[in-house]
T-cell receptor, first 117, second 116 residues
Framework: AQKITQTQPGMFVQEKEAVTLDCTYDTSDQSYGLFWYKQPSSGEMIFLIYQGSYDEQNATEGRYSLNFQKARKSANLVISASQLGDSAMYFCAMREKNRGSQGNLIFGKGTKLSVKP | DTGVSQDPRHKITKRGQNVTFRCDPISEHNRLYWYRQTLGQGPEFLTYFQNEAQLEKSRLLSDRFSAERPKGSFSTLEIQRTEQGDSAMYLC??????????????FGEGSRLTVL
């Protein structure tokens, strides 16, 4: 069963507007972590934001915020004031802490975001 | 540069040849991961090292694949008798330990393999 689902293969947003990228996850663990990474065409995976399952507040990092709805098992990424440089693939990932110390991340298939000038 | 570095960035080889990729993690990180990413997919876990010990291997890692981290620093990933299906981006990542660590992985820029 797919553990991370990103249902939007591609998204368009106008420069300076906000955009939400969807992510749902599946786990039976109570303790887990959720991550978003950005992958530009150069290939490097760039960490954006982290949300722990016990964190009561939604995580924020500059223009990035994570809309965490635990009961719905969703962890959507919100990018405010989009910039042309935000055009990239975006991946949602999960780490199940009860799997031990490996810390392996399970990734979704990604969403390609295109920012229009 | 103190990030994760990978070499080579691109490799084109003929089917049946052996290839080796190298990863230099962030120096204080004791955990190292290899992932494979094919077109249109997210990264898929291949194997994990803690220091020099290889603690986990994915079923994706067939017997043609071998990974080492001999001194707990850099790591190599070798693919023997390459097949066209091995064409992918091979990503290396590292992270440190500690209770305050969120588990964020730091990735290199990847090694893109094309098997003709």
């Amino acid at each position: 069963a797919q553990k991370i689902t990103q249902t939007q293969p591609g998204m368009f947003v106008q420069e300076k507007e906000a955009v939400t990228l969807d992510c749902t996850y599946d786990t039976s663990d109570q303790s887990y972590g959720l991550f978003w990474y950005k992958q530009p065409s150069s290939g490097e995976m760039i960490f954006l934001i982290y949300q722990g399952s016990y964190d009561e507040q939604n995580a924020t990092e500059g223009r990035y915020s994570l809309n965490f709805q635990k009961a719905r098992k969703s962890a959507n990424l919100v990018i405010s004031a989009s910039q042309l440089g935000d055009s990239a693939m975006y991946f949602c990932a999960m780490r199940e802490k009860n799997r031990g110390s490996q810390g392996n991340l399970i990734f979704g298939k990604g969403t390609k975001l295109s920012v229009k000038p | 540069d103190t990030g994760v570095s990978q070499d080579p960035r691109h490799k084109i080889t003929k089917r049946g040849q052996n290839v080796t990729f190298r990863c230099d993690p962030i120096s204080e990180h004791n955990r190292l991961y290899w992932y494979r990413q094919t077109l249109g997919q997210g990264p898929e876990f291949l194997t994990y090292f803690q220091n020099e010990a290889q603690l986990e291997k994915s079923r994706l890692l067939s017997d043609r694949f071998s990974a080492e981290r001999p001194k707990g620093s850099f790591s190599t990933l070798e693919i023997q008798r390459t097949e066209q299906g091995d064409s992918a981006m091979y990503l290396c990542a590292s992270r440190g330990g500690g209770a305050a660590n969120t588990g964020e992985l730091f990735f290199g820029e990847g090694s893109r393999l094309t098997v003709l």
